[in-house]
């Protein structure tokens, strides 16, 4: 379990440097800042996590987390130039990102002996947090803030992974579909434009 959810971790922490790379191209940031985005995108909801936990903090033991964020955002930055249109890809990686370290932070939950409840809103902290920094550092309102779907499909990946496990359904299985769900939630709500109802009321409502 434990070196499953490396992988996982080294994969989110790639893909996520990824998102936070390209926002800050887009945002005409140096590399310098390029490559901070990049790591409080990739780290941020981990660290948070383990903060939490009281626990050491994921990334400060691990070397390899840190060569993938330097290999997502050197990675963005040579092919910036191939990229026309800065939206998609940020989006994908987002999502993939939001599958992946979702799954995580249920999993150390779980581990931690936590209700299901307080597994799958770690799982949310681990999954949307890392997002929620990126954008507040570049001046952004936070996707997680806004009626996207995006918290909402990490909550939905990690109740299903636990109800994959109490259906005792073996790994990798009960890892791959959740992450695979929840990836797929947020590009399915971001391409059919689904999106929560706001609370704001127009003036002629009022």
Same mark, same amino acid.
């Given at each position: 379990m434990i070196t499953i959810i490396e992988y996982i971790n080294v994969s989110g922490s790639f893909v996520f440097a990824i998102s936070g790379a390209l926002i800050a191209i887009k945002k005409r940031l140096d590399p310098f800042g390029v490559l901070i985005v990049a790591f409080i995108t990739a780290?941020?909801?981990g660290t948070l996590r383990d903060i939490l936990l009281a626990k050491e903090v994921f990334w400060l033991y691990n070397t390899s987390m840190l060569y993938a964020v330097l290999a997502g955002a050197i990675l963005a930055m040579v092919l910036k130039n191939r990229l026309d249109f800065f939206s998609k890809p940020m989006f994908f990686?987002?999502?993939?990102?939001?599958g992946l370290f979702t799954i995580t932070g249920v999993q150390i939950g779980l581990q931690n002996q936590l209700d299901n409840s307080i597994c799958i809103l770690l799982g949310t902290v681990t999954g949307v947090f890392g997002g929620v920094l990126r954008d507040v550092m570049v001046n952004r309102i936070p996707v997680i803030f806004k009626k996207e779907i995006y918290a909402t499909a990490s909550i939905l990946g990690g109740f299903l992974y636990l109800l994959l496990l109490k259906l005792?359904? %073996?790994? %990798?299985?009960?890892?791959i579909i959740p992450v695979i769900f929840t990836i797929l939630?947020?590009?399915?709500?971001?391409?059919?434009?689904?999106?929560? %109802?706001?609370?704001?009321?127009?003036?002629?409502?009022?």
């Open positions: 780290v941020g909801g990686y987002d999502a993939l990102g939001l005792n359904i %073996p790994n %990798p299985y009960s890892q939630i947020r590009l399915a709500a971001v391409y059919f434009k689904v999106s929560l %109802p706001t609370i704001y009321k127009k003036k002629h409502d009022q």
